[in-house]
């Protein structure tokens, strides 16, 4: 128990609040129908707008769990919208400093929803994104990887919110730092294999191809060693498209010609890491693509 909440505790308007909370969440135990989690989350919702005073919420763990409870994907998205509710009225109360330390709490729910939400659910969730994780700026570190493996299904080819969600992207990379946010995206790439098309996506599409690969460096982080970790579980991806993408990625930035020049590389690489990449790309070979094919060659052969 976080020590100010142990001080709470002594007063006895916080203790009733938490007892109003806690007969509040009592209603879920017996919700058997997706109605009956629609009651009891305005039920909730009312009992947590019964005290503004307290910004330390009591009872948070079996808040957050009931949310995402109620978040799960086999649930419509009635409930869906009724619990993101509920999230905003909670971020409203609690403020910058509680949501940031307790952002582990809130994000099992929220982040993996955005990648099975319905459409009219995931506006909205982008919007509570927006409004009140945005402004964490640095506090987001911790659950960055999170948070972008979250996003990244936005960027879903002919998605409503595709450009909303690219646009939020980049205000992320931006309050982080460019370069911790793509070390971020390069660690997803190669812990979570279904984001990497839209990752892959993501980079190619904010290469500027009038500038050197070495002006935009930061775009592959500051872990050099995940990097061809994440580009060589790429190029071995079954997803032709992801294949394609990472073949772009990689004769943009590490034109074969430059791989032996430290002067022209964009990050520095060792003999073993320029081998892992080339032995990755090869394989596409077997795909017998000529899309694939045309990027390869034009790597070994320095027409990029």
């Known amino acids: 128990m976080d020590p100010e909440e142990q001080e709470l505790l002594n007063d006895y308007r916080y203790r009733s609040y938490s007892s109003v ?3 509040a969440l009592r209603n879920f135990e017996s919700s058997s129908e997706w109605a009956d989690l629609i009651s009891s989350l305005g039920k909730l919702n009312k009992a947590l707008q019964s005290n503004l005073r307290y910004s330390l919420l009591p009872r948070r763990l079996l808040i957050s769990k009931r949310l995402a409870q109620c978040l ?17 009225i909670i971020f ?12 582990f709490l809130y994000s099992c729910g929220l982040f993996p929803l955005l990648a099975h939400a319905a459409v009219s659910v ?5 919007t509570l994104y927006e409004k009140y994780f945005l402004p964490l700026q640095k506090l987001l570190l911790p659950s960055l990887q999170a948070f972008i493996v979250g996003l990244l299904p ?29 070390t971020a995206l390069w660690g997803s790439v190669l812990a979570s294999p279904s984001i990497r098309l839209p990752a892959s996506v993501f980079v190619v599409g904010h290469i500027n191809r009038d500038a050197p690969g070495r002006e935009q460096k930061y775009m592959l982080g500051t872990n050099h060693q995940l990097t061809v970790k994440s580009l060589r579980a790429s190029l071995l991806d079954s997803n032709v498209l992801v294949q394609r993408n990472n073949l772009e990625i990689v004769l943009f ?24 990449i ?15 094919n045309r990027r390869l060659y034009a790597w070994l052969l320095g027409f990029g």
């Open 122 to 126: 995931r506006p909205v969730l982008l």
């Open 278 to 292: 080339l032995s990755a790309a090869t394989q596409t070979l077997l795909r017998r693509d000529m899309s694939l």
């Open 253 to 276: 930035f590490f034109p074969f010609y430059t791989c032996l020049d430290s002067n022209e590389r964009a990050i520095p690489l060792l003999r073993s890491d320029i081998v892992r």
């Open 154 to 182: 936005g960027l879903e080819e002919g998605s409503e919110i595709s450009d909303r969600t690219d646009a939020l992207l980049l205000r992320l990379s931006l309050v982080v730092g460019k370069e911790v946010f793509y």
């Open 72 to 88: 799960h994907p086999a649930l419509p998205s009635g409930v869906h919208l009724k619990a993101l509710e509920t999230y905003e």
């Open 21 to 23: 909370i806690e007969k």
């Open 92 to 103: 409203k109360i609690v403020g910058t400093k509680w949501l940031a330390k307790d952002l």
